[in-house]
């Protein structure tokens, strides 16, 4: 059975850091695509970053500069550091894993990630 299973969310004021992890069992991701996305009350899930298996990375302009994705194949997981932090960063946060994705420019919460984890919380206040 394959398990996506985020950990690390928490509350955070302004300015801080957290690191979010995304442990794959059952699978491996190895040669995959990683995704973390994020969803707010009353809007839609959207891709933030995005590893490939070669290195290559995606960030949404909003996080770029301040959040990096980076990938442990030996150990499964994948990690956002989510550095200087604003209210806005405020989210349920999800990591997905894609078989195959071929878009550099976006990142979408669509089919082409088949396996989700049921996300960590994330809360930026002061």
């Known amino acids: 059975q394959v398990q996506m299973r985020e950990s690390g969310g928490g509350s955070v004021q302004p300015g801080g850091s957290l690191r979010l992890s995304c442990a794959a069992s059952g699978y491996s991701i190895s040669s995959d695509t990683m995704g973390w996305f994020r969803q707010s009350p009353g809007k839609e899930r959207e891709g933030i970053a995005a590893?490939?298996?070669?290195?290559?990375?995606y960030y949404l302009d909003s996080v770029k500069g301040r959040f990096t994705i980076s990938r442990d194949n030996a150990e499964n997981t994948v990690f956002l550091q989510m550095n200087a932090v604003k209210p806005e960063d405020t989210a349920m946060y999800y990591c997905a894993v894609a078989e195959v994705y071929d878009d550099p420019w976006t990142i979408e919460p669509g089919p082409d990630f088949g396996y989700w984890g049921q996300g960590t919380q994330v809360t930026v206040s002061s």
């Open positions: 590893i490939w298996p070669g290195g290559s990375t």
